[in-house]
């Protein structure tokens, strides 16, 4: 088939190629897929937050009809890495939180397996927990970096000096809590150990069917883990069910279900966690204090901006969030500050949720930019104009291209801004306290630097492999529409397959990474592809190519910007907080397809919305326990809970960022959503919510 050359495909607005498949239900899942004669595993897990295992009385469990075999520390295999404590599964009799696996029975049925497990009797030697998250303690601590290799803290100027001397000065303390990731699919893995002919335990093959955010990623630590070479593991991972960070990194359901399949050689092992389990064994976004300093003229101008944040990790393993980062380059202000702080308490290891850093990082700022505004009389739009930074606050570097201000025109135009009467609690409409806020968002441009794609040309179609990963965002569908337009060729002419580690190596879908990095992959293949053989294949012929560096990334700091504007109504006599519209305006490099960029948009948004109103984890302190540990009582949003919700995006082209001119969309829609939709309580009510989320009970006794 001859090239044509002409781009053709990208910004289509085309329809899911996936999307047959998931609705009529033909999509297969981990927990889903088809092998035979599986053996199901069921976990017992720590009920005590801090200690040690004394006994594990197996008996009652591994005599009833149907389990092949139970798992404990005393007869688990010996694991080759247990550098990572989180994944030292049955490894010992340590307790580190509550939650923690401590037993497994593997089953015939499912209903057998979940029947023995609750035969599994434990006694534990416990230990004092220390599970409170205060700002006081005594044994915070500097980490030496924040996720991913940030720097903890950074000063500039003399932060003290400028709240010393500025004309308006403006400190407070935001926190965001404990936040669980709930995709509608579990956390779910198929594994299969297939036993080879040598005399080592660790001759075979082992296959793993997992809901992951790379498959790559799995392999590389199921490899360190159990001391086996890449060529041994295989993972799979056609669909996801969403994953939002929970399922960037493999949990110790993952190596509890090698573990497993390996004690089973030649039989598949199901594990899926139940919703209630997620919650102790796979992520969550650690709760956050954040302390804002602002100094300002009298005019609005910053003379200083600083955020101090303490957040948890895990006593058993660090994750610090890199909640202040944001700060950093937001705001122009020739004073800056920020830091962060960690208690290391007895609760699950913390991990990525949805815009781990710039999510909970950006509260704090846009509400305290929000009172600022208040303080002086300003318009909060007319507050972020004035102190719009002309190149990075923290590197200097020229910004590649930022339309932030853009964003908030454009949707200050479209949400009816103009006129608004900034007094707040003035306006009751039909019994209902009516106010509008707005937030911006920004979130970095990331290129992953291992990706590789090939390109093989049949039958006149061109196919392209590349092992990545589609979480519901898209890859099935923009990946050939990028492919298609590097070729030069019919998008209907281009197939990719992704999701498989007998594809080349790709990089974790994460960071709003993945078009990014993937997308330069292929072009980066096509490359190689048309170099080789032209315009003009033939079958078989065959080329790959790699992420190369960008030279520009030295030059410019690259980021994805945006603006969410919210009406809130709080009823008068109840407290009931509603949100009827909430429009985000985003400026985020060429849109390679509407239709998928417009739903991560809608998505984020939404998920911000569940933020603000209603989602808290809530952690029993004495035991550490989350108790709302299912979605019963762990609460999201439902259609209900936005009548009017739009995404909208500039048109804006930036040809730094990458050969598509792309930048990420998946997490920058939650950013600033939670913070517009606390200034638009307090543009209604007059009380200004500093703790998320904004509930009745924090609004109604300021009225």
């Not at 101090?308 to 950093?328: L, M």
């Not at 990474?513 to 078989?540: I, M, N, Q």
């Not at 790959?544 to 994805?560: I, K, L, W, Y």
């Not at 997490?667 to 703790?691: K, M, S």
Request: aromatic fraction near 6%; proline fraction near 7%; include cysteine.
């Amino acid at each position: 088939m001859t090239a044509t050359l002409e781009p053709r495909a990208i910004g289509r607005d085309l329809a899911r190629r996936d999307g047959g498949a998931k609705v009529r239900g033909t999509a297969v899942y981990a927990d889903e897929t088809p092998v035979p004669d599986p053996v199901y595993c069921r976990i017992v897990q720590a009920t005590i937050a801090r200690g040690r295992v004394r006994s594990v009385d197996t008996t009652e469990a591994a005599t009833t009809d149907g389990v092949v075999v139970v798992l404990t520390s005393a007869d688990a295999e010996r694991l080759a890495s247990t550098d990572d404590a989180e994944l030292a599964v049955l490894q010992g009799e340590d307790v580190g939180f509550r939650g923690q696996i401590v037993a497994a029975v593997l089953a015939e049925t499912d209903e057998v397996a979940r029947e023995a497990a609750d035969l599994v009797r434990v006694e534990y030697d416990a230990e004092e927990t220390d599970a409170q998250l205060s700002p006081d303690r005594a044994d915070l601590y500097t980490p030496e970096s924040v996720n991913p290799t940030y720097p903890p803290d950074t000063h500039d100027g003399d932060m003290a000096a400028a709240m010393a001397e500025a004309p308006v000065t403006l400190e407070q303390t935001y926190t965001t809590p404990m936040l669980h990731n709930n995709p509608m699919e579990p956390h779910a893995t198929t594994a299969l150990w297939e036993a080879g002919h040598g005399e080592s335990a660790q001759d075979g093959h082992l296959t793993l069917w997992d809901s992951t955010q790379g498959v790559h990623p799995v392999r590389q630590t199921i490899t360190q883990v159990f001391g086996l070479e890449p060529g041994q593991v295989r993972v799979v991972c056609p669909y996801v069910g969403g994953g939002f960070g929970s399922k960037g990194n493999p949990h110790p359901n993952v190596v509890m279900a090698a573990m497993a399949a390996r004690a089973v050689p030649g039989r598949a092992v199901r594990l899926a966690l139940t919703r209630q389990q997620m919650f102790s064994l796979a992520g969550y976004r650690t709760p956050t204090i954040q302390r804002m300093q602002l100094a300002a003229e009298r005019d609005g101008t910053l003379r200083g901006i600083a955020i101090d944040v303490v957040e948890q990790t895990s006593r058993i393993k660090e994750f610090a969030e890199q909640t202040g980062v944001p700060t950093r380059n937001m705001y122009a202000a020739p004073n800056r500050r920020t830091t962060h702080r960690l208690a290391a308490l007895d609760v699950p290891v913390p991990s990525w949720m949805r815009a781990p850093g710039e999510c909970p990082g950006m509260f704090g700022p846009e509400v305290a930019m929000d009172e600022l505004a208040a303080e002086l009389g300003l318009d909060p739009i007319e507050l972020r104009i004035r102190n719009e930074p002309e190149v990075d606050p923290e590197t200097g570097k020229p910004f590649s291209s930022r339309n932030l201000l853009a964003c908030l025109r454009e949707g200050a135009e479209r949400f009816g801004w103009a006129g608004r009467d900034h007094r707040p609690g003035v306006r009751l409409e039909d019994g209902w306290w009516v106010g509008t806020g707005v937030a911006a968002s920004i979130y970095p441009t990331i290129r992953m630097p291992k990706s590789t794609a090939s390109v093989t040309y049949g039958g006149g179609r061109y196919v392209a492999r590349i092992g990545a990963a589609d979480l519901g965002t898209g890859a099935w569908t923009v990946l050939p529409q990028i492919a298609a337009d590097a070729l030069g060729v019919p998008v209907e002419d281009v197939d990719v397959l992704i999701g498989d580690t007998d594809y080349p190596e790709a990089t974790v879908a994460g960071g709003s990474s993945g078009t990014t990095t993937w997308g330069s992959a292929l072009v980066e293949a096509v490359r190689e592809f048309r170099d080789k053989y032209g315009d003009r294949p033939h079958d078989g012929d065959e080329a790959s190519g790699s992420v190369n560096p960008n030279a520009a990334e030295d030059d410019f700091t690259m980021s994805a910007f945006g603006a969410q504007f919210a009406e809130v109504r709080v009823h008068a006599d109840t407290g009931e907080v509603r949100v009827p519209r909430l429009h985000g305006v985003f400026a985020a490099g060429r849109i390679i397809n509407p239709r998928t960029a417009r739903s991560q948009f809608l998505g984020g948004m939404t998920m911000g919305l569940g933020m603000a109103l209603h989602e808290h984890s809530l952690l029993d302190p004495r035991t550490g326990h989350v108790v709302n540990h299912d979605l019963a009582e762990y609460h999201v949003p439902a259609n209900a809970d936005v009548a009017d919700l739009q995404a909208h995006w500039l048109d804006e082209d930036d040809p730094h960022v990458n050969a598509m001119g792309s930048k990420g969309i998946g997490e920058i829609g939650i950013v600033g959503t939670a913070a517009a939709v606390a200034n638009a309580a307090w543009h209604a009510t007059g009380v200004r919510v500093r703790d998320l989320p904004v509930t009745l009970d924090r609004v109604l006794p300021g009225r």
